[in-house]
């Protein structure tokens, strides 16, 4: 199983970035997908989550109408949409994947089995 995160970068507040993450190695359709973050010194932390048919999905307070997670099953591909970058959003980026009913929602990162190398976010004031 491989999830290879991409689309970090160094943007100004106020910016934009899209994050991706390609899947490879599970049955991607039936997978739970999450996004976490880990600034230095800090816990890793949880941000959106989406489930397996797409119909569910959740943010932290942090990020909610600003960030949107979403999937293409046909390209096996997560993304995050993060608009109104703000400099407290620097940190490394990690996409995840878990099994779980569809009505689950998967918030913390130890309900995750697979996870990504991460990429780096930074965002100047």
């Known amino acids: 199983v491989q999830l290879q995160a991409s689309g970090g970068g160094s943007v100004q507040a106020g910016g934009s970035l899209r994050l991706s993450c390609a899947v490879s190695?599970?049955?991607?359709?039936?997978?739970?997908l999450g996004w976490f973050r880990q600034a230095p010194g800090k816990e890793r932390e949880f941000i959106a989550t989406?489930?397996?048919?797409?119909?569910?999905?959740d943010y932290a307070d942090s990020v909610k109408g600003r960030f949107t997670i979403s999937r293409d099953d046909a390209k096996n591909t997560v993304y995050l949409r993060m608009n109104s970058l703000k400099p407290e959003d620097t940190a490394v980026y990690y996409c995840?994947?878990?099994?779980?009913?569809?009505?689950?929602?998967?918030?913390?990162?130890?309900?995750?089995?697979?996870w990504g190398q991460g990429t780096q976010v930074t965002v100047s004031s």
């Open positions: 995840a994947a878990a099994r779980a009913p569809w009505k689950e929602v998967l918030t913390s990162y130890m309900q995750y089995a697979y």
């Open positions: 989406i489930n397996w048919s797409g119909g569910n999905t």
């Open positions: 190695g599970l049955s991607f359709s039936v997978y739970h």
